[in-house]
């Protein structure tokens, strides 16, 4: 197996993130691709390299073809439950319980942080695990299935999609608000994962900056928000998140 270089963390970032009072963390797909979980934009096997969001992640898709969307989350929630967590969800969920403050805010809808134990959380783009009425919103964790169709709302026979995100529609504003609060208010922002390149959420780590946070990207590639964070550590989750968790030893 091949071993990770090691990971050239500066003393000044070791002595932020020590001192800090409140930590939090925004994550994307990349925390979970060591998971065996594709990401969105990767351009080899990125899920958008290989489907069409504007079938598959729209309100309008769902309209059109509410069968093709459900059973591609179907597709999707079936992976995400044969993976398991992987050492980036667990530091993170390490974090919290030795960072005097800490908040996940994740754009992720897999459920893994959850899974490692990580409680202090904002699911910004929803969750896969559950859904909800198509035309109440009524939010559920549990549905029956029906071969070959969609499954319906118990209430009023509407059909039932899953309870995310999709391009054109609002993120929960009260999760928005606390994650939007939580970025003034932190000393230290860990930026996982993310292409940086999705609004609202892209514009999360600008809002820390500016208000004073010290802002590390963790990620092996460059992405939108390289040029502006104050360090940025090139290398996967599963290795530069436990490294910065040993310096707090
Ligand atoms: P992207 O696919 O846009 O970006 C994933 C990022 O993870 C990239 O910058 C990769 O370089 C990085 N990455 C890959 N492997 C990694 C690893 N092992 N450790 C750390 N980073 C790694 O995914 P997101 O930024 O999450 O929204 O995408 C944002 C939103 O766009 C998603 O929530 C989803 C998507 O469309 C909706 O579906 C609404």
């Known amino acids: ?51 069409d969001p504007r079938d598959l992640a729209t309100p309008t898709a769902f309209a059109r073809n509410p ?22 969800h667990f530091a993170l969920a390490e974090l919290e319980r030795r960072a005097p403050r800490f908040l996940l805010v994740t754009q992720n809808v897999d459920g893994l942080h959850q899974r490692a134990g990580s409680r202090q959380l904002i699911e910004l783009h929803g969750n896969i695990g559950r859904a909800k009425c198509s035309r109440e919103g009524t939010v559920v964790g549990q549905w029956e299935a029906v071969a070959g169709a969609v499954p319906t709302c118990a209430n009023c026979g509407a059909p039932l999609r899953p309870d995310v995100v999709w391009f054109g529609e609002p993120l929960p504003e009260v999760s928005l608000a606390a994650a939007e609060d939580a970025m003034h208010r932190c000393n230290v922002l860990l930026v996982v994962g993310t292409s ?40 996967a989750a599963g290795d530069v998140l436990p490294a910065l968790l040993a310096t707090l030893d």
Not at 11 to 31: H, K, Q, S
Not at 72 to 88: D, L, T, V
């Open 196 to 235: 940086a390149e999705v609004y609202p959420a892209a514009a999360l780590p600008e809002m820390a900056r500016q208000s004073g946070a010290i802002v590390v990207e963790i990620n092996p590639n460059a992405t939108a928000l390289s040029a502006a964070a104050n360090y940025v550590l090139r290398g």
């Open 67 to 88: 069968k093709l969307v459900w059973d591609w989350y179907a597709w999707r929630r079936e992976r995400i439950s044969m993976a398991q967590p992987n050492r980036g």
């Open 1 to 51: 197996m091949a071993t990770a270089p090691p990971i050239d963390l500066d003393a000044a970032l070791i002595d932020a993130l020590r001192a800090a009072p409140f930590v939090v963390a925004l994550t994307g797909a990349g925390i979970s691709a060591e998971s065996g979980l594709a990401t969105f934009r990767d351009a080899m096997d990125g899920l958008w390299a290989r489907f």
